[in-house]
Structures are given as C-alpha cells and as structure tokens.
C-alpha cells in the first residue's frame, strides 16, 4: 500500500526515466567529470556543487556513449545553476549555462562533432545574485550519434571581463524520451 501511495505522487513519467550521467549532484567529488581551468566542487549548505570561476574557457564535461536505438529519440540536457555575479547592464559574464555536442565518433580525448548543442533555454536567466534556477535544451538524436558530451560552462560577453565570481550547478540530467512532448512534460516536473 505504501509504494502505491508513493507511487501515486511521482511525476507521470518521471520515474521512468534514467539519467545518464554520473555523479549528477557532485555527491562524489568530481569523479566521471573532466574539467579544466578554474572548477571545483564546494559546499554549499552541506550539497556538493560544481563550480566555475574565472575563465570561458573552464569547463566540466562528461561523455555518454548512446546506441543505435537512441537514433531519432530527442537528449534533454537539463540542471540547476546560479550565479555570484549580476551585470547591471544584462551581460552574460559569469552567468552559468549547459552547452554540449553530438559525437559521430568518439575518442578517450573527444570525437567528431556532428552537432552542437546550444541556445534554447541552456544560459541561466536570472537577475538576482545567487537565485537558483533551471536550464535546459531539447535536441533531436540524429543517426550515426555514438556519445553526447555534456559540458558546464560560465559565460562571458566581448568585453566584459571575468571577475573570479561563481558560477554554480547542480541536479544535471541527459535523458532521452521518444518525443519532444514528452521531455517537455519532464522538465515541468524537474522543475
């Protein structure tokens, strides 16, 4: 009676889904990640969050093979992220935002891109230092695709330099589902 009871709460759909990533909360350090440049994992109120500081060029990344079967499914690249910096002037320096690629092979160092995954709703849209908040980005699988990389990066505009502020993450998901309705119903329920 119990599991029906708790059952009946779930999130239509959200149980059935698995993430695809490792070490999605940073539970476990920065193991299954690679990073590069300023990251790191702090606490935060007793969660572990990854942590980007300073630098475009920092990122953490990790890669998930996919097979055939995936072929047409569509990848939710989705997490949580805020920001110690608000530009009063809407720059997007140090803004945290999810970017990825679609791999039609893949290596131990990369692979070869076949499609980037970028846009949509992937930079946090935020106003207010420290709020946070959910990104995301929907994208067909197309054939041929072995790996999606699914990378953290903070932001930074032309002319606005980095200030050694935070930007942090957390809750990251790869999910793939069979229709585009469908992840959008997911991430009504992420959120």
């Known amino acids: 009676m119990l599991l029906i009871a708790l059952l009946s709460v779930l999130p239509i759909g959200a149980s059935a889904q698995t993430n695809l990533l490792i070490n999605s909360r940073a539970d476990e350090g920065a193991i299954s990640w690679r990073s590069s440049g300023k990251t790191s994992i702090e606490d935060q109120n007793g969660n572990s969050v990854f942590v ?9 990344s990790q890669k998930v093979g ?5 072929a047409a499914k569509f990848a939710l690249l989705i997490g949580k992220g805020s920001s110690e910096r608000i530009n009063p002037d809407g720059a997007i320096t140090g803004l945290p935002y999810l ?15 076949s499609d980037y995954l970028q846009g949509q709703a992937m930079l946090l849209n935020t106003k207010v230092a420290d709020e946070w908040g959910t990104m995301y980005g929907i994208f067909p699988v197309p054939k041929g695709t072995v790996a999606i990389q699914f990378m953290l990066n903070q932001a930074e505009r032309r002319g606005v330099p980095p200030n050694g502020s935070a930007a942090r993450f957390d809750d990251l998901g790869l999910y793939l589902f069979d229709s585009r309705e469908e992840a959008l119903k997911f991430i009504e329920t992420y959120k």
């Open 99 to 113: 970017y990825g690629s679609m791999l039609s092979s893949s290596s131990e160092r990369g692979g070869t891109i």
């Open 66 to 70: 996919i097979g055939e079967k995936d």
């Open 52 to 60: 980007i500081r300073d630098n475009c060029l920092a990122n953490f």
